[in-house]
């Protein structure tokens, strides 16, 4: 058995290097931006300078940075080899294109003044590290971070490998489809959940997160540490809404809130979030999702979450729920269980 997470992390901090020399193009296409060595303290430091941006959602940029190293590894497929973190295939538009990347372009941009600095860091070295600077800096685990992972030269690689999309989890895939002047609730079966769950389920447990290696409790894990930062955007993803009250800090507030709470699922057309203040909560037209609101009710003390369709399956779906239960009651272990399976989220296919 591996031993626990907080003990397995730090006996991996006292190896992690401060400087490293990345390696010249290789015959694979690959290369580690330019010769020479990086100074990975003085990268942290930079990245925690522009960590605070109060023109930017909830006046962070870590939750950004944590969704694009989560978008940049949960390409990988273990039967293949393919995909994953090194390379950073997202500067290249085939990769950049799928709709589950939309707005990370911005993500992009937040580092190139990083990139600029210090050229000698590869692109998908440095996604990465900003990840892990921002889960450190809102009180997320501390992961030690390995280099050496390198650049596409171009997208090549994405056609020589027949990659194509659908290697990101969807948040309604397979699920009853949705015409959005229709009375959203016809979509739910006798017991609340959203018809077609269990094909969404199956699509996040076998079709994303089996392929790359995980299993039920590293899901539930990676669900938990990383939804509980950030917000959706209707002009990104399609929906709308931060899923917890404090979105740029580490807690289990999302698995707390998701058992305890009251949930509803709307679509665009449910005007009356509007009249309670909660127009930031409606998605955009044709998607659906789950909010802490309910029509008629006016609670000033509530703030305004959502819950995706693919969060709720972490509730329904027994064998998913035991672990939720578990991070709802346990901060600690979340944090602990989180760090080591993000962690190995932004490894797969480094050869580390």
């Known amino acids: 058995d591996a031993p ?3 003990s397995y ?20 296409g690959n290369t580690g931006a330019n010769t020479g060595t990086v100074d990975y303290d003085a990268v942290r430091q930079e990245l925690k300078l522009i960590m605070d941006n109060p023109s ?17 590894s949960g390409t990988y497929d273990k039967t293949s080899g393919t995909g994953g973190s090194n390379g950073a295939g997202m500067r290249f538009a085939m990769e950049a294109a799928d709709p589950e990347n939309a707005g990370l372009e911005v993500a992009r941009a937040f ?6 600095k210090f050229p000698t860091i590869s692109y998908s070295d440095l996604w990465i590290l900003a990840a892990y600077v921002g889960l450190e800096h809102t ?8 280099p050496g992972r390198t650049d596409h030269m171009d997208e090549t690689y994405w056609t020589r490998n027949e990659m194509s999309y659908g290697r990101l989890p969807a948040a309604e895939k397979y699920c009853c ?3 959005d002047a229709a009375q959203v609730s016809g979509s739910l079966d006798s017991s609340g959940r959203v018809m077609g769950w269990e094909g969404l389920c199956y699509h996040v447990r076998n079709e994303v997160f089996y392929r790359m290696g ?20 209707p002009n990104f993803s399609g929906y709308a809404g931060p899923w917890v009250e404090h979105p740029t800090q580490f807690s289990n507030e999302y698995a707390t809130d998701m058992i305890e709470d009251e949930w509803t699922l709307v679509s665009h057309s449910d005007s009356w979030l509007d009249l309670q203040g909660a127009a930031e909560l409606r998605p955009a037209p044709g998607n659906r999702q789950f909010v802490n609101k309910k029509p008629g009710k006016i609670d000033d003390d509530e703030p305004n979450q959502m ?13 998913f729920r035991t672990h939720l239960e578990t991070y709802a009651a346990n901060e600690a272990q979340l944090k602990d269980d989180f760090g080591r399976a993000f962690k190995k989220l932004t490894e797969l296919g480094c050869g580390f």
Not at 56 to 72: E, N, Q, T, V, Y
Not at 139 to 146: A, K
Not at 307 to 319: C, G, K, N, T, V
Request: contains cysteine; hydrophobic residues 40%.
């Open 4 to 6: 626990t997470s907080s």
């Open 9 to 28: 992390l730090e006996s991996l901090s006292s190896d992690a290097p401060t400087s490293y020399a990345p390696q010249p193009t290789s015959s694979s």
């Open 56 to 72: 930017w959602d909830d006046g962070s940029l870590a939750p950004f940075f944590i969704r694009l190293a989560w978008h940049s």
């Open 111 to 116: 580092l190139e003044p990083v990139k600029s």
């Open 139 to 146: 009180g997320g685990p501390v992961i030690p971070f390995t």
């Open 177 to 179: 489809p949705h015409i």
């Open 214 to 233: 995980f299993n039920d409790q590293e899901i539930v894990a990676l669900l938990c540490g990383g939804h509980v930062y950030g917000r959706c955007h």
């Open 307 to 319: 819950m995706l369709i693919s969060d709720m399956i972490l509730a329904w779906d027994p064998a």
